[in-house]
Protein backbone atom coordinates (compact mmCIF):
# COMPACT_ATOMS: atom_id res chain seq x y z
CA UNK A 1 0.00 0.00 0.00
CA UNK A 2 2.40 2.94 -1.44
CA UNK A 3 -0.33 5.59 -0.70
CA UNK A 4 -0.02 4.98 3.36
CA UNK A 5 0.74 8.94 4.42
CA UNK A 6 1.99 10.25 7.31
CA UNK A 7 -1.97 11.54 7.42
CA UNK A 8 -2.89 7.85 7.39
CA UNK A 9 -0.78 6.82 9.73
CA UNK A 10 -1.92 9.40 12.18
CA UNK A 11 -5.52 8.82 11.52
CA UNK A 12 -5.36 5.23 12.07
CA UNK A 13 -3.34 5.60 15.77
CA UNK A 14 -5.63 8.36 16.25
CA UNK A 15 -8.71 6.00 15.91
CA UNK A 16 -6.89 3.42 18.12
CA UNK A 17 -6.29 6.25 20.77
CA UNK A 18 -9.76 7.46 20.79
CA UNK A 19 -10.80 4.20 22.16
CA UNK A 20 -7.80 3.67 24.77
CA UNK A 21 -5.02 1.92 23.69
CA UNK A 22 -1.68 2.12 22.46
CA UNK A 23 -0.17 1.56 18.71
CA UNK A 24 2.02 -1.19 20.30
CA UNK A 25 1.53 -3.93 17.00
CA UNK A 26 3.11 -2.61 14.36
CA UNK A 27 0.95 -1.36 11.32
CA UNK A 28 2.54 -3.52 8.06
CA UNK A 29 -0.46 -4.84 6.58
CA UNK A 30 -1.39 -3.52 3.74
CA UNK A 31 -5.15 -3.63 2.85
CA UNK A 32 -4.25 -7.38 0.41
CA UNK A 33 -2.73 -8.96 3.20
CA UNK A 34 -5.59 -8.26 5.63
CA UNK A 35 -7.57 -9.99 3.26
CA UNK A 36 -5.07 -12.70 2.45
CA UNK A 37 -5.45 -13.68 6.28
CA UNK A 38 -9.27 -14.10 6.43
CA UNK A 39 -8.88 -15.44 3.17
CA UNK A 40 -5.94 -17.87 4.47
CA UNK A 41 -8.04 -19.31 7.16
CA UNK A 42 -11.62 -19.79 5.27
CA UNK A 43 -9.52 -21.58 2.69
CA UNK A 44 -12.18 -23.89 0.95
CA UNK A 45 -8.56 -26.03 0.26
CA UNK A 46 -8.85 -26.85 3.74
CA UNK A 47 -12.57 -27.45 5.06
CA UNK A 48 -14.32 -27.43 1.61
CA UNK A 49 -12.15 -30.62 1.68
CA UNK A 50 -11.59 -32.34 4.77
CA UNK A 51 -15.23 -32.22 5.50
CA UNK A 52 -16.97 -32.93 1.82
CA UNK A 53 -18.44 -35.70 2.74
CA UNK A 54 -21.07 -34.11 5.19
CA UNK A 55 -22.34 -32.83 1.80
CA UNK A 56 -21.41 -36.31 -0.58
CA UNK A 57 -22.54 -38.66 1.36
CA UNK A 58 -25.85 -36.25 2.31
CA UNK A 59 -27.65 -35.62 -0.64
CA UNK A 60 -25.14 -36.28 -2.95
CA UNK A 61 -25.09 -33.80 -5.89
CA UNK A 62 -27.20 -31.20 -5.14
CA UNK A 63 -25.28 -30.57 -1.31
CA UNK A 64 -22.98 -28.61 -3.76
CA UNK A 65 -24.68 -27.16 -6.32
CA UNK A 66 -27.65 -26.30 -4.23
CA UNK A 67 -26.77 -26.50 -0.79
CA UNK A 68 -23.17 -24.57 -0.97
CA UNK A 69 -24.58 -21.73 -1.95
CA UNK A 70 -27.53 -21.17 0.79
CA UNK A 71 -24.43 -21.94 3.31
CA UNK A 72 -21.97 -19.08 1.96
CA UNK A 73 -25.25 -16.44 2.12
CA UNK A 74 -25.89 -17.53 5.70
CA UNK A 75 -22.03 -16.43 6.32
CA UNK A 76 -22.34 -13.68 4.21
CA UNK A 77 -24.74 -12.10 6.75
CA UNK A 78 -22.53 -12.29 9.96
CA UNK A 79 -19.68 -10.89 7.41
CA UNK A 80 -21.53 -8.05 6.54
CA UNK A 81 -23.05 -7.35 9.91
CA UNK A 82 -19.69 -7.72 11.04
CA UNK A 83 -17.94 -5.60 8.63
CA UNK A 84 -20.25 -2.77 9.32
CA UNK A 85 -19.34 -2.59 12.76
CA UNK A 86 -15.39 -3.09 12.45
CA UNK A 87 -15.34 -0.02 10.30
CA UNK A 88 -16.58 2.31 13.31
CA UNK A 89 -14.36 0.32 16.13
CA UNK A 90 -11.13 -1.07 14.15
CA UNK A 91 -9.34 -3.18 17.19
CA UNK A 92 -8.02 -6.55 18.17
CA UNK A 93 -9.85 -8.67 19.27
CA UNK A 94 -12.62 -7.04 17.53
CA UNK A 95 -15.94 -8.76 18.99
CA UNK A 96 -14.99 -8.66 22.45
CA UNK A 97 -14.39 -4.71 22.16
CA UNK A 98 -17.51 -4.18 19.85
CA UNK A 99 -20.05 -6.44 22.60
CA UNK A 100 -18.82 -4.18 25.28
CA UNK A 101 -19.27 -0.73 23.46
CA UNK A 102 -22.56 -1.64 22.11
CA UNK A 103 -23.65 -3.85 25.24
CA UNK A 104 -22.34 -4.30 28.22
CA UNK A 105 -19.03 -5.53 30.57
CA UNK A 106 -20.64 -8.65 30.57
CA UNK A 107 -21.83 -9.26 27.11
CA UNK A 108 -18.36 -8.15 25.99
CA UNK A 109 -16.71 -10.73 28.57
CA UNK A 110 -19.07 -13.51 27.34
CA UNK A 111 -18.20 -12.87 23.86
CA UNK A 112 -14.87 -13.00 24.57
CA UNK A 113 -14.87 -16.15 26.00
CA UNK A 114 -17.11 -17.97 22.91
CA UNK A 115 -14.65 -16.46 20.58
CA UNK A 116 -11.81 -17.39 22.11
CA UNK A 117 -13.00 -21.00 22.79
CA UNK A 118 -13.97 -21.07 19.01
CA UNK A 119 -10.89 -19.58 17.91
CA UNK A 120 -8.76 -22.38 20.22
CA UNK A 121 -10.81 -25.13 18.22
CA UNK A 122 -11.25 -24.26 15.03
CA UNK A 123 -7.35 -24.08 15.22
CA UNK A 124 -7.32 -27.80 16.64
CA UNK A 125 -9.75 -28.76 14.07
CA UNK A 126 -7.84 -27.18 10.82
CA UNK A 127 -4.63 -28.95 12.27
CA UNK A 128 -6.66 -32.46 13.04
CA UNK A 129 -7.95 -31.52 9.07
CA UNK A 130 -4.70 -30.96 8.10
CA UNK A 131 -2.64 -34.04 9.87
CA UNK A 132 -5.27 -36.65 8.55
CA UNK A 133 -5.16 -35.00 5.16
CA UNK A 134 -1.32 -35.50 5.32
CA UNK A 135 -1.92 -39.20 6.36
CA UNK A 136 -4.48 -39.94 3.62
CA UNK A 137 -1.87 -38.57 0.80
CA UNK A 138 1.52 -39.21 1.87
CA UNK A 139 1.23 -40.83 5.44
CA UNK A 140 2.30 -44.35 4.34
CA UNK A 141 5.53 -42.97 2.57
CA UNK A 142 6.24 -41.23 5.80
CA UNK A 143 5.34 -43.51 8.40
CA UNK A 144 2.57 -41.54 10.17
CA UNK A 145 -0.28 -44.02 8.79
CA UNK A 146 -1.14 -47.24 7.64
CA UNK A 147 -1.28 -48.64 4.75
CA UNK A 148 -4.52 -47.11 4.34
CA UNK A 149 -3.97 -43.84 4.95
CA UNK A 150 -5.16 -44.22 8.91
CA UNK A 151 -3.09 -41.97 11.35
CA UNK A 152 -3.65 -43.06 15.13
CA UNK A 153 -4.95 -40.61 17.59
CA UNK A 154 -1.34 -40.53 19.21
CA UNK A 155 0.28 -39.74 15.81
CA UNK A 156 -2.65 -36.80 15.21
CA UNK A 157 -1.22 -35.46 18.27
CA UNK A 158 2.00 -35.35 17.73
CA UNK A 159 1.79 -33.98 14.09
CA UNK A 160 -1.35 -30.95 15.69
CA UNK A 161 2.15 -30.01 18.04
CA UNK A 162 4.80 -30.01 15.21
CA UNK A 163 2.30 -27.63 13.10
CA UNK A 164 1.20 -25.74 15.90
CA UNK A 165 5.20 -24.93 17.20
CA UNK A 166 5.92 -23.94 13.58
CA UNK A 167 3.37 -22.10 13.01
CA UNK A 168 3.26 -20.27 16.48
CA UNK A 169 7.56 -19.22 15.66
CA UNK A 170 6.88 -17.69 12.35
CA UNK A 171 4.19 -15.85 14.32
CA UNK A 172 6.54 -14.72 17.11
CA UNK A 173 9.22 -13.40 14.69
CA UNK A 174 6.95 -10.77 13.61
CA UNK A 175 3.65 -9.16 11.59
CA UNK A 176 5.42 -9.31 8.70
CA UNK A 177 6.89 -12.66 7.80
CA UNK A 178 3.12 -13.79 8.58
CA UNK A 179 1.60 -11.42 6.13
CA UNK A 180 4.24 -12.90 3.72
CA UNK A 181 3.32 -15.97 4.03
CA UNK A 182 -0.50 -15.60 4.40
CA UNK A 183 -0.51 -13.47 0.89
CA UNK A 184 1.32 -16.25 -0.82
CA UNK A 185 -1.26 -18.31 0.48
CA UNK A 186 -4.13 -16.46 -0.82
CA UNK A 187 -2.47 -16.81 -4.04
CA UNK A 188 -1.50 -20.48 -3.74
CA UNK A 189 -5.75 -21.07 -2.82
CA UNK A 190 -6.60 -19.70 -5.97
CA UNK A 191 -3.95 -20.80 -8.33
CA UNK A 192 -4.45 -24.73 -6.60
CA UNK A 193 -8.60 -24.13 -6.59
CA UNK A 194 -8.21 -23.33 -10.21
CA UNK A 195 -5.94 -26.40 -11.14
CA UNK A 196 -7.92 -28.81 -9.55
CA UNK A 197 -11.24 -27.36 -11.44
CA UNK A 198 -9.13 -27.48 -14.68
CA UNK A 199 -7.84 -31.13 -13.71
CA UNK A 200 -11.34 -32.63 -12.88
CA UNK A 201 -13.46 -31.63 -15.62
CA UNK A 202 -10.41 -32.69 -17.82
CA UNK A 203 -10.46 -35.96 -16.42
CA UNK A 204 -13.70 -36.53 -15.52
CA UNK A 205 -15.05 -39.91 -16.82
CA UNK A 206 -18.32 -37.77 -17.33
CA UNK A 207 -19.80 -34.73 -17.46
CA UNK A 208 -23.35 -34.91 -15.91
CA UNK A 209 -23.89 -31.55 -14.61
CA UNK A 210 -27.10 -32.55 -13.78
CA UNK A 211 -25.54 -33.96 -10.70
CA UNK A 212 -25.63 -30.58 -8.96
CA UNK A 213 -29.37 -29.69 -8.71
CA UNK A 214 -30.06 -33.80 -8.21
CA UNK A 215 -31.18 -35.26 -4.59
CA UNK A 216 -30.11 -38.51 -3.52
CA UNK A 217 -30.57 -39.51 0.06
CA UNK A 218 -27.03 -41.35 0.48
CA UNK A 219 -27.80 -41.33 4.67
CA UNK A 220 -26.77 -44.15 6.50
CA UNK A 221 -24.35 -47.20 4.98
CA UNK A 222 -25.21 -46.01 1.51
CA UNK A 223 -23.04 -42.33 2.17
CA UNK A 224 -20.21 -44.24 4.57
CA UNK A 225 -22.21 -43.68 7.63
CA UNK A 226 -21.35 -40.16 7.47
CA UNK A 227 -24.59 -39.15 8.63
CA UNK A 228 -27.59 -41.64 10.26
CA UNK A 229 -29.85 -43.40 8.10
CA UNK A 230 -32.87 -40.96 7.50
CA UNK A 231 -35.94 -40.57 5.24
CA UNK A 232 -36.55 -37.14 5.54
CA UNK A 233 -34.41 -35.17 2.13
CA UNK A 234 -34.55 -32.33 3.84
CA UNK A 235 -33.70 -33.00 6.98
CA UNK A 236 -30.17 -35.04 4.84
CA UNK A 237 -30.00 -31.55 3.03
CA UNK A 238 -29.90 -29.12 6.20
CA UNK A 239 -27.45 -30.98 7.52
CA UNK A 240 -24.94 -30.65 4.54
CA UNK A 241 -25.38 -27.22 4.81
CA UNK A 242 -22.56 -27.74 7.58
CA UNK A 243 -20.03 -27.93 5.03
CA UNK A 244 -20.07 -24.13 3.96
CA UNK A 245 -20.64 -22.62 6.91
CA UNK A 246 -17.85 -24.48 8.88
CA UNK A 247 -16.03 -23.51 5.41
CA UNK A 248 -16.90 -20.10 5.29
CA UNK A 249 -15.73 -18.63 8.38
CA UNK A 250 -12.82 -17.56 10.35
CA UNK A 251 -13.04 -13.89 8.58
CA UNK A 252 -13.14 -12.35 12.03
CA UNK A 253 -9.42 -12.59 11.71
CA UNK A 254 -9.63 -9.35 9.79
CA UNK A 255 -10.81 -7.45 12.93
CA UNK A 256 -8.56 -9.05 14.76
CA UNK A 257 -5.69 -7.98 12.79
CA UNK A 258 -7.02 -4.03 12.67
CA UNK A 259 -4.31 -2.36 14.80
CA UNK A 260 -1.55 -3.84 12.15
CA UNK A 261 -3.44 -2.34 8.70
CA UNK A 262 -3.03 0.21 7.31
CA UNK A 263 -6.38 2.16 6.79
CA UNK A 264 -7.81 -0.31 8.62
CA UNK A 265 -11.23 1.76 9.10
CA UNK A 266 -11.44 1.09 5.54
CA UNK A 267 -9.79 -2.08 4.84
CA UNK A 268 -11.11 -4.31 7.37
CA UNK A 269 -14.17 -4.42 6.61
CA UNK A 270 -13.86 -4.41 2.78
CA UNK A 271 -11.41 -7.33 3.37
CA UNK A 272 -13.61 -9.67 5.32
CA UNK A 273 -16.30 -9.42 3.02
CA UNK A 274 -13.67 -9.93 -0.58
CA UNK A 275 -12.75 -13.00 1.47
CA UNK A 276 -16.13 -14.53 1.75
CA UNK A 277 -17.38 -13.37 -1.53
CA UNK A 278 -13.89 -14.57 -3.19
CA UNK A 279 -13.98 -17.89 -1.27
CA UNK A 280 -17.78 -18.78 -1.97
CA UNK A 281 -17.22 -18.13 -5.37
CA UNK A 282 -13.78 -20.07 -6.04
CA UNK A 283 -15.47 -22.89 -3.63
CA UNK A 284 -18.49 -23.18 -5.53
CA UNK A 285 -17.09 -23.89 -8.84
CA UNK A 286 -14.27 -26.18 -7.27
CA UNK A 287 -16.50 -28.76 -5.41
CA UNK A 288 -18.90 -28.42 -8.43
CA UNK A 289 -16.01 -29.80 -10.98
CA UNK A 290 -15.42 -32.26 -8.17
CA UNK A 291 -19.13 -33.21 -8.01
CA UNK A 292 -18.56 -33.77 -11.97
CA UNK A 293 -15.83 -35.75 -11.63
CA UNK A 294 -16.56 -38.72 -9.30
CA UNK A 295 -16.96 -41.65 -12.05
CA UNK A 296 -19.49 -43.19 -10.08
CA UNK A 297 -22.07 -40.77 -7.26
CA UNK A 298 -23.54 -43.60 -5.62
CA UNK A 299 -19.73 -45.27 -4.78
CA UNK A 300 -18.61 -42.31 -4.23
CA UNK A 301 -20.80 -41.25 -1.58
CA UNK A 302 -20.07 -44.66 -0.25
CA UNK A 303 -16.58 -43.67 0.36
CA UNK A 304 -17.73 -41.75 3.28
CA UNK A 305 -14.82 -39.35 4.39
CA UNK A 306 -12.61 -41.10 2.00
CA UNK A 307 -14.30 -39.82 -1.49
CA UNK A 308 -11.93 -37.18 -1.61
CA UNK A 309 -8.80 -39.41 -1.93
CA UNK A 310 -10.60 -41.88 -3.86
CA UNK A 311 -11.83 -39.74 -6.63
CA UNK A 312 -8.87 -38.06 -7.01
CA UNK A 313 -6.46 -40.57 -7.17
CA UNK A 314 -8.61 -42.43 -9.47
CA UNK A 315 -8.88 -40.45 -12.49
CA UNK A 316 -5.92 -38.39 -12.23
CA UNK A 317 -2.74 -39.12 -13.21
CA UNK A 318 0.02 -39.91 -10.56
CA UNK A 319 2.47 -36.65 -10.96
CA UNK A 320 -0.58 -34.07 -10.99
CA UNK A 321 -2.43 -35.59 -7.92
CA UNK A 322 1.23 -34.98 -6.18
CA UNK A 323 1.67 -31.90 -7.36
CA UNK A 324 -2.18 -31.19 -5.93
CA UNK A 325 -1.73 -32.99 -2.56
CA UNK A 326 1.59 -30.77 -1.70
CA UNK A 327 -0.16 -27.54 -2.80
CA UNK A 328 -3.45 -28.67 -0.66
CA UNK A 329 -1.17 -29.89 2.39
CA UNK A 330 0.67 -26.07 2.51
CA UNK A 331 -2.10 -24.40 2.40
CA UNK A 332 -3.97 -26.25 5.03
CA UNK A 333 -0.47 -25.90 7.16
CA UNK A 334 -0.41 -22.09 6.44
CA UNK A 335 -4.67 -21.92 7.24
CA UNK A 336 -3.53 -22.55 10.72
CA UNK A 337 -0.54 -20.74 10.54
CA UNK A 338 -3.21 -17.33 10.29
CA UNK A 339 -5.24 -19.01 13.04
CA UNK A 340 -2.49 -18.74 15.18
CA UNK A 341 -2.00 -15.46 14.21
CA UNK A 342 -6.10 -14.62 14.84
CA UNK A 343 -6.36 -16.43 17.85
CA UNK A 344 -3.15 -14.55 19.03
CA UNK A 345 -4.96 -11.08 18.86
CA UNK A 346 -7.63 -11.97 20.71
CA UNK A 347 -5.53 -13.10 23.60
CA UNK A 348 -3.86 -10.29 23.52
CA UNK A 349 -6.70 -7.51 23.28
CA UNK A 350 -8.88 -9.80 26.41
CA UNK A 351 -5.61 -9.98 28.53
CA UNK A 352 -4.87 -5.96 27.67
CA UNK A 353 -8.18 -5.19 29.53
CA UNK A 354 -7.61 -7.63 31.86
CA UNK A 355 -9.67 -10.18 30.33
CA UNK A 356 -7.97 -13.21 31.55
CA UNK A 357 -7.88 -14.06 35.35
CA UNK A 358 -4.79 -15.12 35.64
CA UNK A 359 -1.31 -13.98 33.75
CA UNK A 360 -3.47 -10.81 32.04
CA UNK A 361 -0.10 -8.23 32.04
CA UNK A 362 2.19 -11.27 30.42
CA UNK A 363 -0.62 -12.04 27.88
CA UNK A 364 -0.79 -8.52 26.88
CA UNK A 365 3.21 -7.53 26.28
CA UNK A 366 4.47 -7.10 22.85
CA UNK A 367 7.85 -7.71 22.53
CA UNK A 368 9.85 -4.55 21.54
CA UNK A 369 11.83 -6.56 18.73
CA UNK A 370 9.06 -8.58 16.82
CA UNK A 371 6.25 -5.99 17.41
CA UNK A 372 3.92 -9.32 18.44
CA UNK A 373 1.99 -10.46 21.27
CA UNK A 374 4.77 -12.84 21.80
CA UNK A 375 3.21 -14.72 25.30
CA UNK A 376 -0.29 -14.57 23.55
CA UNK A 377 0.89 -16.73 20.89
CA UNK A 378 2.46 -19.26 22.72
CA UNK A 379 -0.53 -19.39 24.99
CA UNK A 380 -2.85 -19.98 22.35
CA UNK A 381 -0.66 -22.62 20.77
CA UNK A 382 -0.76 -24.13 23.97
CA UNK A 383 -4.24 -24.20 24.86
CA UNK A 384 -5.31 -25.55 21.03
CA UNK A 385 -2.66 -28.64 21.80
CA UNK A 386 -4.38 -29.40 25.40
CA UNK A 387 -7.63 -29.23 23.30
CA UNK A 388 -6.58 -31.58 20.22
CA UNK A 389 -5.32 -34.09 23.16
CA UNK A 390 -8.15 -34.13 25.32
CA UNK A 391 -10.43 -34.03 22.03
CA UNK A 392 -8.65 -37.16 21.13
CA UNK A 393 -8.66 -39.01 23.92
CA UNK A 394 -12.00 -37.96 26.06
CA UNK A 395 -14.68 -40.28 24.17
CA UNK A 396 -17.55 -37.93 22.87
CA UNK A 397 -19.91 -41.38 22.26
CA UNK A 398 -20.62 -42.52 18.31
CA UNK A 399 -19.75 -38.81 16.76
CA UNK A 400 -16.90 -38.75 14.37
CA UNK A 401 -14.37 -36.51 16.46
CA UNK A 402 -13.58 -34.44 13.37
CA UNK A 403 -17.49 -33.66 12.65
CA UNK A 404 -17.75 -33.28 16.69
CA UNK A 405 -14.98 -30.15 16.72
CA UNK A 406 -16.44 -28.62 13.66
CA UNK A 407 -19.83 -28.55 15.43
CA UNK A 408 -18.47 -27.21 18.55
CA UNK A 409 -16.38 -24.63 16.84
CA UNK A 410 -19.38 -23.96 14.57
CA UNK A 411 -21.54 -22.78 17.75
CA UNK A 412 -18.69 -21.04 19.71
CA UNK A 413 -17.46 -18.57 16.84
CA UNK A 414 -21.19 -17.83 15.21
CA UNK A 415 -22.28 -17.34 18.86
CA UNK A 416 -19.46 -14.67 19.35
CA UNK A 417 -20.18 -13.38 15.94
CA UNK A 418 -23.96 -12.52 16.63
CA UNK A 419 -23.89 -11.13 19.75
CA UNK A 420 -22.70 -7.69 18.32
CA UNK A 421 -24.68 -7.66 15.44
CA UNK A 422 -27.48 -7.97 17.53
CA UNK A 423 -26.59 -5.65 20.34
CA UNK A 424 -25.89 -3.52 17.12
CA UNK A 425 -29.00 -3.41 15.99
CA UNK A 426 -30.46 -1.67 19.07
CA UNK A 427 -27.49 0.56 19.50
CA UNK A 428 -27.23 1.93 16.27
CA UNK A 429 -28.04 5.54 16.38
CA UNK A 430 -27.59 5.51 20.12
CA UNK A 431 -24.85 7.82 22.41
CA UNK A 432 -23.53 3.89 22.04
CA UNK A 433 -23.39 3.99 18.46
CA UNK A 434 -23.83 7.43 17.34
CA UNK A 435 -22.26 7.54 13.74
CA UNK A 436 -21.20 4.61 11.42
CA UNK A 437 -17.35 4.43 9.99
CA UNK A 438 -16.76 5.36 6.53
CA UNK A 439 -17.46 1.24 4.85
CA UNK A 440 -20.98 1.66 5.57
CA UNK A 441 -24.03 -0.29 4.41
CA UNK A 442 -26.93 2.45 6.01
CA UNK A 443 -28.88 1.62 8.96
CA UNK A 444 -31.99 -0.23 7.53
CA UNK A 445 -29.60 -2.54 5.57
CA UNK A 446 -27.48 -3.63 8.37
CA UNK A 447 -30.84 -3.66 10.63
CA UNK A 448 -31.75 -6.41 8.34
CA UNK A 449 -29.06 -7.95 7.49
CA UNK A 450 -28.74 -8.82 11.75
CA UNK A 451 -32.01 -10.01 12.02
CA UNK A 452 -31.02 -12.46 8.83
CA UNK A 453 -27.67 -13.65 11.09
CA UNK A 454 -29.92 -14.17 13.94
CA UNK A 455 -32.26 -16.94 11.82
CA UNK A 456 -28.97 -18.03 10.52
CA UNK A 457 -27.96 -18.63 13.93
CA UNK A 458 -31.35 -20.72 14.69
CA UNK A 459 -30.76 -22.94 11.88
CA UNK A 460 -27.00 -23.33 12.77
CA UNK A 461 -27.75 -24.33 15.89
CA UNK A 462 -30.03 -26.72 14.75
CA UNK A 463 -28.19 -28.70 12.65
CA UNK A 464 -24.51 -28.58 14.39
CA UNK A 465 -26.37 -30.54 17.55
CA UNK A 466 -27.92 -33.19 15.24
CA UNK A 467 -27.11 -36.95 15.58
CA UNK A 468 -24.26 -38.31 15.72
CA UNK A 469 -23.63 -34.58 17.21
CA UNK A 470 -25.99 -34.88 19.65
CA UNK A 471 -23.64 -33.88 22.34
CA UNK A 472 -22.25 -31.06 21.46
CA UNK A 473 -25.64 -29.33 22.61
CA UNK A 474 -24.93 -30.35 26.22
CA UNK A 475 -21.40 -29.34 26.02
CA UNK A 476 -22.34 -25.92 24.51
CA UNK A 477 -25.21 -24.93 27.30
CA UNK A 478 -22.78 -26.51 29.96
CA UNK A 479 -20.32 -23.82 28.99
CA UNK A 480 -22.46 -21.01 28.72
CA UNK A 481 -24.47 -21.93 31.99
CA UNK A 482 -20.68 -22.26 33.67
CA UNK A 483 -19.68 -18.67 32.50
CA UNK A 484 -23.01 -17.06 33.46
CA UNK A 485 -22.18 -18.40 37.20
CA UNK A 486 -18.44 -17.37 36.91
CA UNK A 487 -19.37 -13.74 35.74
CA UNK A 488 -22.05 -13.49 38.90
CA UNK A 489 -19.85 -14.91 41.51
CA UNK A 490 -16.27 -13.74 40.10
CA UNK A 491 -15.85 -11.56 37.13
CA UNK A 492 -18.61 -9.19 37.63
CA UNK A 493 -16.54 -7.37 40.34
CA UNK A 494 -13.38 -8.33 39.01
CA UNK A 495 -13.44 -7.74 35.18
CA UNK A 496 -13.73 -3.76 34.37
CA UNK A 497 -13.97 -4.02 30.66
CA UNK A 498 -12.47 -1.49 27.91
CA UNK A 499 -11.79 1.57 28.41
CA UNK A 500 -15.27 4.22 28.02
CA UNK A 501 -15.78 8.09 28.75
CA UNK A 502 -13.50 9.00 31.07
CA UNK A 503 -11.07 6.00 31.74
CA UNK A 504 -10.11 6.56 27.74
CA UNK A 505 -9.00 10.29 28.97
CA UNK A 506 -6.98 8.80 32.23
CA UNK A 507 -5.08 6.43 30.17
CA UNK A 508 -2.91 9.01 27.78
CA UNK A 509 0.37 8.79 29.98
CA UNK A 510 -0.01 5.02 29.58
CA UNK A 511 -0.58 5.20 26.29
CA UNK A 512 2.63 7.23 25.35
CA UNK A 513 4.60 4.50 27.90
CA UNK A 514 3.84 1.85 26.20
CA UNK A 515 4.32 3.09 22.65
CA UNK A 516 7.73 4.50 24.08
CA UNK A 517 8.70 1.14 25.11
CA UNK A 518 7.83 -0.99 21.82
CA UNK A 519 9.68 1.83 19.92
CA UNK A 520 6.54 3.26 18.32
CA UNK A 521 7.26 6.98 16.54
CA UNK A 522 4.10 7.40 15.11
CA UNK A 523 5.99 8.30 11.71
CA UNK A 524 5.66 6.49 8.70
CA UNK A 525 8.63 4.39 7.64
CA UNK A 526 9.38 2.77 4.60
CA UNK A 527 8.43 -0.78 4.57
CA UNK A 528 10.36 -2.89 1.88
CA UNK A 529 8.42 -4.25 -0.72
CA UNK A 530 5.47 -1.65 -0.25
Not at 143 to 157: C, E, L, N
Not at 330 to 351: E, Y
Not at 460 to 481: R, W
Request: with cysteine; hydrophobic share 50%; glycine share 10%.
Amino acid sequence: MSDYTEGDKKQDIHILHSMGYAQELERRMSSFSNFAISFSIICILSGGINSLAQATSGVGGAAIGIGWPIGCIISLFFALGMAQISSAYPTAGGLYHWSSILGTRFTGWLTAWLNLLGLITVLGAINIGTALFLGGTFGAQLGIADTTGVVSPGMQVVLVILFTIVQAAINHFGIGLTAKLTDFSGTLILVTAAVLTIACLIYAPTHDISRLWTFTNYSGDAGGAVWPQSDSMWYIFALGLLLPIYTITGYDASAHTSEETKKAALSVPRSMVSAVLWSSLAGWVMLSAFVIAIPDMAAGAKQGWAVFFTTINTIMPAWLVTVLYVAIFISQFLCGLATVTSCSRMIFAFSRDGGIPVGSKTLASVSPKFRTPVAAIWTGAALESLFVWGALFISVGEASLYVTVVNATLIFLFLSFLFPIVLGIFAYGTKKWPAPGPWDLGQGVYKTVGVLATLGMVLIIYIAIQPPNDKVLAVTVGLIVLAIIIWFAVENKRFKGPPIGDMIAKRKAEIAAAEAAVGETGTVSPVPGE
